[in-house]
């Protein structure tokens, strides 16, 4: 499967789990995004039945709806918990996108551009709803011709 990168759409890898991720040319209808966060492998890609959000080698069907995606940006540190049915399944920590790009790096008060500038934010901002949800499922399986 083809992915683009999270903060970069003009750059791609192929991808499959389990196996070497390889970069490649562009592709007119990727399967996913994925990001780097300190060294930890992130992805969100639609298969031929489900929506995968992995973390590492770790991999959550955000197609089920008891799957909830809870980010946390306090300003030293992100928290991103995977739980199903309100049981944790995954806590990952990091530092905030801003002090990855570049430690003089200045950002204003909030974070508003967390879910356009981090890969977990992103993916929970749009698991918040049902329509959502499904808008983002919908944009990589295949099914989608409007704009990404």
């Given at each position: 499967m083809?992915?683009?990168?999270?903060t970069d759409r003009t750059k791609y890898i192929t991808y499959e789990f389990?196996?070497?991720v390889v970069s490649c040319?562009?592709?007119?209808?990727?399967n996913g995004l994925y990001e780097f966060i300190e060294s930890t492998f992130i992805a969100f890609y639609c298969t031929d039945n489900d929506a995968i959000l992995q973390?590492?080698?770790?991999?959550y069907s955000i197609k089920d709806t008891s799957i909830s995606v809870e980010f946390y940006n306090n300003c030293d540190q992100c928290k991103v918990t995977i739980k199903k049915d309100m049981q944790?399944?995954?806590e990952l920590s990091y530092a905030p996108w801003w002090n990855r790009r570049s430690p003089n790096f200045i950002v204003a008060f909030g974070q508003p551009?967390?879910?356009?500038e981090d890969l977990l934010a992103y993916i929970s901002m749009m698991c918040r709803s049902a329509d959502s949800r499904a808008h983002l499922m919908?944009?990589?399986s295949g099914n989608y011709s409007g704009p990404l």
């Amino acid at each position: 499967m083809i992915l683009s990168l999270f903060t970069d759409r003009t750059k791609y890898i192929t991808y499959e789990f389990g196996a070497e991720v390889v970069s490649c040319d562009a592709a007119d209808n990727p399967n996913g995004l994925y990001e780097f966060i300190e060294s930890t492998f992130i992805a969100f890609y639609c298969t031929d039945n489900d929506a995968i959000l992995q973390i590492g080698d770790g991999r959550y069907s955000i197609k089920d709806t008891s799957i909830s995606v809870e980010f946390y940006n306090n300003c030293d540190q992100c928290k991103v918990t995977i739980k199903k049915d309100m049981q944790s399944l995954l806590e990952l920590s990091y530092a905030p996108w801003w002090n990855r790009r570049s430690p003089n790096f200045i950002v204003a008060f909030g974070q508003p551009e967390d879910d356009e500038e981090d890969l977990l934010a992103y993916i929970s901002m749009m698991c918040r709803s049902a329509d959502s949800r499904a808008h983002l499922m919908n944009v990589y399986s295949g099914n989608y011709s409007g704009p990404l």
